[in-house]
């Protein structure tokens, strides 16, 4: 059998390492080392500005900005976001989360198309459930426009709501940075485990 790639490993041994922290499992995340909290200047920076959902969301728990030194204007920003739970489970999270904070315009979601072809407008897509049985999606995918970008979001449902952790790097980053935000922001505020297929998306292309 193949040895895994390095890149699952640093994925997994971040994971790891975040569990063992005391803060493991507190909504409010640690904060990776460089990153701030969002300020309202940061609200009138177009790029920052458009890399969140809602500029100024009254559902957001928090928000957070790190200006890279990697590249002229290179950024990571974080939003982390509170909203009722879809109304009916004969819809499946993915295909609800697709539809309300895809970033699709309202009928583009249709009936006709099915999960696997949704799941086609992104670069790797996982649900999976925590030990105490709620549901969670996580999706990644490239985002090329005037700047290349990469978005990670995460989603956990319980009874009454929906939690939404976006996280857009712009341009890319390393494996063992990536590995660290994710963990930090996406497993340890819900005591969850991380997705199988965790990766970086360093070199892929659009699937949109």
């Keep these: ?12 041994r971040a994971h790891d390492r ?10 409010e995340p640690e904060i990776p080392a460089g990153f701030r909290a969002l300020t309202d200047q940061d609200l009138a920076d177009d790029r920052i500005n458009g890399a969140l959902s809602e500029p100024r969301a009254t559902d957001r728990v928090g928000a957070w900005v790190l ?18 739970a879809r109304p009916t489970k004969e819809e499946t999270l993915f295909r609800y989360a697709v539809r309300v904070h895809g ?8 009936a006709e198309l099915t999960d ?7 670069n790797r897509v996982e649900t999976i459930r925590d ?6 999606v996580e999706w990644a995918y490239v985002v090329k426009g005037c700047e290349r970008a990469e978005v990670f979001e995460r989603f956990v449902e319980d009874d009454v709501s929906l939690l939404r952790v976006s996280l857009v790097v712009e341009a890319t ?36």
């Design 18 to 27: 975040v569990r063992a922290d005391p803060a493991w499992g507190r909504l």
């Design 116 to 122: 696997a072809a949704l799941e086609r407008w992104f």
């Design 131 to 136: 030990e105490r049985g709620r549901e969670i």
């Design 103 to 110: 970033g699709f315009q309202a009928g583009e979601v249709s």
């Design 1 to 12: 059998m193949a040895a895994p790639s390095p890149a699952p490993r640093a994925f997994e």
């Design 173 to 208: 980053a390393r494996d063992d940075e990536l590995a660290e935000w994710l963990a930090r922001f996406f497993d340890a505020p819900f005591a969850a485990p991380a997705a199988a297929n965790r990766a970086s998306l360093t070199g892929r292309a659009t699937p949109r």
């Design 67 to 84: 200006e890279r030194e990697d590249g002229p204007a290179h950024f990571t920003v974080v939003e982390m976001g509170r909203y009722a």
